[in-house]
């Protein structure tokens, strides 16, 4: 079964402090973005361009450039998350689909 089949959460958790967003998805696997990563992944056009090509989980090896002290999430009918971030950019819709293929752990980038 493709990662993109798993794309379904079943539990978000944004941790201020860790500066990371969790998702626990249906599959059982966890995902954990640094928030900086996420930040520079945001799939909106006015950061990635019109048809630019999407940003990998290669956006997590940068060192953070800030801390994040206010970032919301919500979600987005069943099929994405919003993250309002606190430099007040929140045009960004983060497809479950996207989080799943972007997620940065080991197994999932070999």
């Known amino acids: 079964m493709s990662?993109?089949?798993?794309?379904?959460?079943?539990q978000v958790a944004l941790d201020a402090s860790a500066?990371?967003?969790?998702v626990h998805?249906?599959?059982g696997h966890t995902s954990t973005y640094p928030?900086?990563?996420l930040r520079r992944a945001c799939p909106c056009a006015h950061c990635q361009g019109?048809?630019?090509?999407?940003?990998?989980?290669?956006?997590?090896?940068a060192p953070p450039e800030r801390e994040w002290?206010?970032?919301?999430?919500?979600?987005v009918g069943g099929y994405a998350l919003?993250?309002?971030?606190?430099d007040g950019h929140d045009t960004g819709l983060y497809r479950w689909t996207y989080l799943r293929a972007l997620c940065p752990?080991?197994?999932?980038?070999?």
Request: aromatic residues 6%; negative net charge; contains cysteine.
């Open 3 to 10: 990662r993109s089949s798993n794309a379904a959460p079943e």
């Open 69 to 75: 002290t206010d970032v919301r999430a919500e979600t």
């Open 19 to 22: 500066q990371t967003l969790s």
């Open 82 to 86: 919003r993250l309002r971030w606190d």
């Open 105 to 110: 752990c080991p197994a999932c980038r070999s």
């Open 35 to 37: 928030l900086d990563g």
């Open 50 to 61: 019109h048809g630019g090509d999407a940003p990998g989980p290669e956006v997590f090896d």
């Open 25 to 27: 998805w249906a599959d």
